[in-house]
């Protein structure tokens, strides 16, 4: 399910604190664009772990009915709890790769995790940065 939602950033000393009147929940960030990632975390957290309980996850409130303070910025945040999930998902899975016998070898001796070397060339592979 993907949806946007408001927040309410209020400008700090340094960065900004973020409030997300659908879920009731804050968050921080040093500059927008992190106060804005820190947000959309948040709701996908919050998102996943209300689903794992059974709870529904809020719909979105409009925008226009949120009447900022002085200074505070309105904004939106689109979450995709179902990717969300995906890219935070810590399971393992266990997978049967082949090789060559003499590749193996070579690898074993150079105490080489399989499972790491694997996980690094298939984000090589997919451009997936570490995070």
């Known amino acids: 399910m993907k949806n946007s939602y408001p927040i309410i950033l209020t400008p700090e000393e340094k960065g900004f604190t973020v409030f997300i009147p659908d879920f ?37 409130s409009s925008a226009k009915d949120i009447k900022p303070a002085e200074g505070e910025i309105i904004s939106l945040v689109d979450v995709d709890f179902a990717e969300y999930r995906r890219k935070n998902e810590m399971k393992v899975v266990k997978k049967n790769c082949t090789l060559p016998s003499w590749l193996c070898y070579e ?15 298939l984000k090589r592979e997919l451009n997936i940065a570490d995070s």
Not at 33 to 52: K, N, P, Q, S, V
Not at 107 to 112: P, R, S
């Open 107 to 121: 690898a074993e001796k150079a105490n080489i995790n399989f499972s790491q070397a694997l996980q690094a060339a």
């Open 24 to 60: 009731n929940i804050n968050t921080q960030g040093d500059d927008l664009t992190e106060a804005i990632e820190m947000a959309r975390d948040a709701i996908g957290l919050m998102g996943i772990d209300m689903e794992d309980d059974g709870k529904t996850i809020p719909a979105a």
